[in-house]
């Protein structure tokens, strides 16, 4: 019996040790990781990053080869730190920071030592290697601007910080990521996939070959060419126009929202924020808060409307029938209300006005009394503004629009409860003529450039309008995201349109912008001069008013829409009128025949204006 107990224990013994072995080795896969991640090298083959296309296929950005001296700190070896600095070109004290980092992030992980060295750096380097074990080189792609304009819009890539590691395990340090522009918003698309190599290691950690004969290698993948709708030629010549102004150029393609241009001024060119100059020009640029070349005024500026915003009172009013086309109003160079008889100011023209001449003499009084019926046909105020918004934001004012840029704002229309807040809280005491600045967008309407021309898109199409959008294509597909592709109806009926499309018409043939018209070309625009105040020293000063435009051309079957925002522009034809007449005519026909407003534009700059902040000289206010 004690045989048989004997044998028991050791087969059952050897049971359990043979079981053990088995989880360990078969089953269990985390030691032989362990073992493997210390006897394999993993290196990576990065991709190219996709290219990107304008509208008519010219080519905006490629790749360049780029190098960088990685090094794995555990395989460091004792070094001549001199010659290692010389031939780089970098401080010891700078060096040592660097490799002390590396270690932090991680000993056995590469990181980058010195990035993107140059084609001639990286020759004479590659001879030297084999003298600093632990170090080696890995190529990667820079972008290769061909173009100098589109910054805004094109973004630009840098190394990939702590919490995008975190976030997403296929950067690793020292990757490339997308981080402003269609760059950041098509990151996924653009960046590919890396091919990975796995390098086995002997006991000595000599390389002695692919681990396995390379059967778990893969290659890289690149990225996707991207089709973008910008028309670099529209751009070009927009950003030139604005050259020594400060603003926003906003041009749309009304049937389909793709964004024909998209100009920011100050910018700067795309290639400037490329290869190891870009910390030290990205510095220049960020701390520059004057200009602010990397502040996008068209989808961040946040400005008041003007009077561009009275052709959606206008249908407003139409909509909710509290005015027709032929009622008229008197204007005796302004309007007066409440009890002490108040007065919203507006410039000298012919008097009463109906609704098309009201648009195109850009009536204050006129507005005045529209906006005040659409508030107080309701029982109370509250109700009246509220519906008012709700009509606002189907223009898409005071959001974010949807579309797929990588920055924006989203404006402001107030609401019942912003006023209820601003007056006589908690009693709701006031009225229409509380906030009668609504009536020609000024007070707390606030938009961008790219509302103001998704706005016109709206009133071109009588109606509807597309997701403004800046991708065409990926990989020579069609987008087919039906946030761009199905059309957003605004609250008001289509037949409410004509008179304000025929209103903005006679803006160019006998209204404000009369001296703006492009023989060959029915253009429809609405001036506007908007109030422009900030802080200096603490006090509230008016400087001088924005210049802003907008417009769509033909009248029928319009191709392009745009809004044009000049700061410190004096009134609405000055500059941003002169601007989208030029910009139409350049779309439109692909030539300039109205040299003279080229010719103004051109050789006329704001730089002065800007400065009176900073020089005390007095501004221009309402002039």
């Not at 769509?552 to 829409?561: L, M, V």
Request: charged share 25%.
């Amino acid at each position: 019996m004690r045989k048989l107990l004997l044998y028991l224990i050791i087969i059952t013994t050897g049971i359990i040790f043979i079981s053990r072995l088995f989880y360990l080795q078969i089953y269990n896969t985390s030691y032989a990781s362990l073992s493997e991640d210390n006897a394999i090298k993993v290196i990576y083959d990065y991709p190219q990053r996709g290219a990107i296309y304008d509208r008519n296929g010219k080519l905006l950005v490629t790749n360049q080869p780029s190098y960088d001296v990685m090094v794995i700190p555990r395989e460091l070896k004792p070094f001549d730190t001199l010659e290692f600095c010389s031939v780089l070109n970098i401080s010891k004290d700078k060096l040592i920071r660097r490799l002390q980092k590396a270690r932090s992030y991680s000993p056995r992980v590469p990181s980058i030592v010195i990035p993107q060295l140059t084609k001639d750096e990286y020759a004479f380097l590659q001879e030297k290697m084999r003298k600093f074990e632990g170090f080696y080189i890995q190529k990667r792609s820079l972008r290769d601007y061909q173009t100098y304009h589109a910054s805004n819009v094109l973004g630009y890539i840098g190394e990939v910080n702590d919490a995008a590691i975190r976030k997403d395990p296929y950067y690793l340090s020292g990757d490339l990521i997308g981080i402003d522009g269609v760059e950041k918003q098509y990151e996924q698309e653009l960046r590919g996939i890396k091919g990975v190599k796995r390098i086995q290691k002997d006991r000595f950690n000599r390389d002695i070959g692919p681990y396995k004969e390379g059967k778990f290698d893969t290659l890289p993948v690149n990225g996707k060419d991207l089709q973008i709708t910008i028309d670099i030629a529209l751009q070009k010549y927009g950003e030139r126009l604005m050259v020594n102004k400060r603003g926003g150029i906003v041009a749309l393609e009304p049937s389909t929202g793709e964004i024909l241009a998209l100009v920011t001024a100050p910018s700067y060119k795309p290639e400037l924020l490329v290869g190891r100059k870009r910390s030290r020009e990205f510095t220049k640029l960020f701390y520059d808060t004057i200009g602010k070349p990397l502040f996008d005024r068209g989808v961040k500026g946040e400005y008041p409307p003007g009077s561009p915003f009275k052709t959606i009172n206008a249908l407003i009013g139409l909509q909710e029938g509290i005015v027709d086309t032929q009622e008229r109003f008197s204007c005796h160079m302004g309007y007066y209300y409440g009890k002490t008889n108040r007065r919203l100011g507006c410039h000298s023209h012919r008097s009463p006005l109906n609704m098309i001449p009201g648009i195109a003499h850009s009536c204050n009084a006129y507005f005045a009394n529209v906006y005040r019926r659409i508030i107080e046909k309701y029982d109370t105020p509250q109700e009246g503004v509220d519906n008012w918004k709700k009509h606002v934001e189907s223009f898409g004012l005071g959001n974010y629009l949807g579309n797929d840029l990588s920055a924006g704002r989203p404006g402001r229309v107030p609401s019942a409860a912003d006023y209820n807040k601003q007056y006589d809280y908690p009693t709701y005491k006031w009225y229409a003529t509380g906030t009668i600045s609504n009536a020609i967008g000024q007070g707390e309407v606030l938009a961008t450039p790219i509302q103001l021309a998704n706005m016109t898109a709206a009133i071109a199409n009588r109606g509807y309008f597309h997701t403004p959008h800046i991708i065409k294509a990926i990989d020579n597909k069609p987008i087919e995201d039906k946030n761009y592709t199905v059309p957003k109806k605004t609250s008001i009926d289509k037949e409410h349109f004509e008179p304000v499309v025929e209103g903005m018409h006679q803006v160019y043939t006998q209204g404000t912008a009369s001296f703006l018209q492009v023989e060959g070309i029915d253009i429809c625009g609405k001036t506007g001069t908007a109030e422009n105040y900030t802080k200096i020293n603490g006090e509230r000063v008016q400087l001088t008013d924005h210049s802003v435009f907008i417009a769509f051309a033909p009248k029928e079957n319009p191709k392009i829409a745009l809004a044009v925002f000049v700061e410190n522009g004096y009134w609405g034809a000055r500059y941003a009128g002169r601007i989208a007449s030029l910009m139409i005519e350049k779309h439109l026909k692909n030539s300039i025949s109205r040299k003279d407003l080229e010719d103004w534009v051109l050789s006329h700059s704001l730089e002065d204006e800007y400065a009176k902040p900073y020089s005390n000289e007095p501004f221009k206010i309402n002039q």
